[in-house]
């Protein structure tokens, strides 16, 4: 079956960078492509971008420009978001979840930013 | 920008049905997703395409659309039932939310 494993809890200050992963399993890796969405503290769900996964071609967001970058190394099913220059608002979960219209959604990692 | 509109809050008794509605301008142009979140858990889909339910999803959750209006149905909602429940579209290639609605069963 289709399964998302991200990486776990981060705990950063500010101005640090992170990287989260977001491993696939249980299906053809570029048969989905990998959407990236956004959970601040008590908030709802807010769309960060997706990233093609047959061409690696990354198209992100309104306010999801700069900082943030997707990636992927095919040879291990995975997908990656790297945020620079964190900010105490980026202070999050962050969920992969594969596009194609039939979703399934990794397990959300917490980035928390604080001095 | 696009916006798609769920009310904040619905509750329902046990054994009875819950309806949640979604609304936006152009709703009605593309598929409409719904998706489950627990407290502490990720989202899952429990909808797709306006009205198919992914395999492992109870029989009890449907969907329907009217117009630029989707609605999820819960028929004999459960206590295990009680979450968050967002819609979601696409418009312009960006993935669309609505704010959620917080069901609670009591």
């Known amino acids: 079956q289709v399964r998302l494993v991200q990486s776990g809890s981060e705990l950063k200050k500010p101005g640090a960078s992170v990287k989260v992963s977001c491993k696939a399993s249980g299906y053809t890796f570029t048969k989905y492509a990998i959407n990236w969405v956004r959970q601040a503290p008590g908030q709802g769900l807010e769309w960060m971008g997706w990233i093609n996964t047959n061409t690696g071609n990354p198209t992100y967001a309104q306010g999801f420009t700069g900082r943030f970058v997707f990636s992927l190394d095919t040879s291990v099913n995975t997908a990656y978001l790297q945020i620079s220059s964190l900010k105490t608002a980026d202070t999050a979960s962050y969920y992969c979840a594969t596009g194609g219209g039939d979703y399934h959604w990794g397990q959300g990692t917490l980035v928390t930013v604080s001095s | 920008s696009y916006e798609l509109t769920q009310p904040p809050s619905v509750s329902v008794s046990p054994g009875q049905t819950a309806s949640i509605t979604c609304s936006g301008d152009?709703?009605?142009?593309?598929?409409c997703h719904w998706h489950q979140q627990k407290p502490g858990q990720s989202p899952v889909l429990v909808i797709y395409?306006?009205?198919k339910r992914p395999s492992g999803i109870p029989e009890r959750f449907s969907a329907s659309m009217s117009g630029n209006t989707a609605t999820l149905t819960i028929s004999g909602t459960q206590s295990l039932d009680e979450a968050d429940y967002y819609c979601q579209t696409w418009d312009n290639s960006a993935m669309i939310f609505g704010g959620g609605t917080k069901l609670t069963v009591l």
């Open positions: 152009k709703l009605g142009d593309n598929y």
């Open positions: 395409q306006d009205t």
